[in-house]
C-alpha cells in the first residue's frame, strides 16, 4: 500500500519493537492493517493475523534495547524511502 509518499514493505527483522495497538479490521486482507497503521502517528509497522482479522500496530525500531527478539518475525514496515 502506498500513501502521499509512504508505503509498506514486508520485513523480516529481529529487531525488538512494542506492540502499541491492537484493533480488529472488516477486511479480511493486510491493506486494513495498513490503513489502521496510517492512522496512528506512532505506527512503524504493523502485523496482520488473517484467522482473527485482528491487527497488531507496533512502535518504530527500539534501536537502544539491549537485546533484539530471538526468532525473527515478518512485518509490514512503514516507510518514506524506496517507495514503488
Known amino acids: 500500500l ?6 509498506f514493505v514486508s520485513t ?5 519493537r512494542t506492540a502499541i ?11 486494513g492493517c495498513t490503513i489502521l497503521c496510517l492512522k496512528e ?3 512503524g509497522a504493523c502485523i496482520f493475523n488473517t484467522t482473527t482479522n485482528l491487527c497488531v500496530m507496533l ?7 539491549p537485546d533484539q ?3 525473527p518475525y515478518i512485518s509490514l ?4 524511502a ?3
Not at 523480516?12 to 525488538?16: A, I, L, V
Open 59 to 65: 512502535s518504530p525500531p527500539d534501536l537502544s534495547a
Open 21 to 31: 495497538s491492537v484493533q480488529h479490521t472488516t477486511t479480511q486482507t493486510q491493506v
Open 41 to 43: 502517528a506512532n505506527c
Open 2 to 7: 502506498k500513501a502521499s509518499g509512504i508505503c
Open 69 to 71: 527478539c530471538p526468532v
Open 12 to 16: 523480516s527483522s529481529s529487531t525488538r
Open 77 to 80: 514496515v512503514r516507510t518514506t
Open 82 to 84: 524506496n517507495c514503488p
